[in-house]
């Protein structure tokens, strides 16, 4: 195999697993450590209101960007193991202003808009 291709698959090796960890832990662990905080407070949002303030405020400006719900939408293992994940608004919005972002032909976009779909 060419030199070129022993780099691209040691890549892939190296870097795959840590693209995996990124984009769990932007949704799914962001998701558990709620759902963690709302158990520890025996669901009463009253006592944990205000935490979620500071973790979504943290989210929104530093953590959450379009580019990354990208990545989660359309990595296969993450697609197919979260049923809900075509209806999650967060994800599809943030996907579709990635997508928005990249390209300036709003005829392609429409088209890749009608395409997603399609996408299982």
């Not at 709620?34 to 669901?43: G, I, S, V």
Request: glycine fraction near 0%; charge should be negative; hydrophobic fraction near 35%.
């Amino acid at each position: 195999m060419p030199s070129l291709w022993n780099d691209v698959v040691y890549t892939l090796k190296a870097v795959g697993p840590i693209v995996r960890t990124h984009n769990e832990l932007h949704y799914e662990a962001m998701d558990r450590a709620k759902k963690a905080n709302q158990k520890a407070f025996n669901d009463n949002e009253n006592k944990y209101k205000d935490i979620f303030v500071i973790i979504d405020r943290r989210w929104n400006c530093q953590l959450h960007h379009p580019s990354h719900a990208a990545s989660y939408f359309l990595n296969p293992e993450f697609f197919y193991s979260n049923p809900n994940i075509e209806i999650d608004c967060e994800v599809l919005e943030s996907l579709y202003k990635c997508i928005d972002k990249l390209s300036e032909n709003d005829e392609f976009v429409n088209y890749i808009h009608n395409e997603l779909p399609i996408y299982k």
